[in-house]
């Protein structure tokens, strides 16, 4: 059985930053694209960032690109996102879904597992 539990949501102001952690277990890590989707009230959900298993590559959406770094620790089976100068915009659940073994993950509909997300809410 494969679990993904997002944590680290907060309220945060403008500006402000936030690392959320996603622990895995169950299932396979180290090789799989791993990701960062977000879902804001009443929108589809959307990409955020993506790495690949080894670490190796990461891609960002262009909102998150130059505040977000993902990273991830294949020992812990954990994986982060950093997130600076953070926008009202940025307000949503935060998914880490799982996805195959190969791919950019560049796309919602690229990952299999999810887990229930985390809360961040940015304040103006």
């Known amino acids: 059985q494969v679990q993904l539990v997002e944590s680290g949501g907060g309220l945060v102001q403008a500006g402000g930053s936030l690392r959320l952690s996603c622990a895995a277990s169950?299932?396979?890590?180290?090789?799989?694209?791993m990701g960062w989707c977000r879902q804001a009230l009443g929108k589809e959900r959307e990409f955020v960032a993506s790495?690949?298993?080894?670490?190796?590559?990461?891609l960002y959406a262009d909102s998150a690109k130059g505040r977000f770094t993902i990273s991830r620790d294949n020992a812990k089976s954990t994986m982060y996102l950093q997130m600076n100068s953070l926008k009202p915009e940025d307000t949503a659940i935060y998914y880490c879904?799982?996805?195959?073994?190969?791919?950019?993950?560049?796309?919602?509909?690229?990952?299999?597992?999810w887990g229930q997300g985390t809360q961040v809410t940015v304040s103006s």
């Open positions: 879904p799982k996805g195959g073994l190969g791919g950019a993950g560049r796309y919602v509909r690229d990952y299999r597992y």
């Open positions: 790495i690949s298993g080894s670490g190796a590559s990461t």
């Open positions: 169950g299932g396979t890590f180290s090789t799989n694209t």
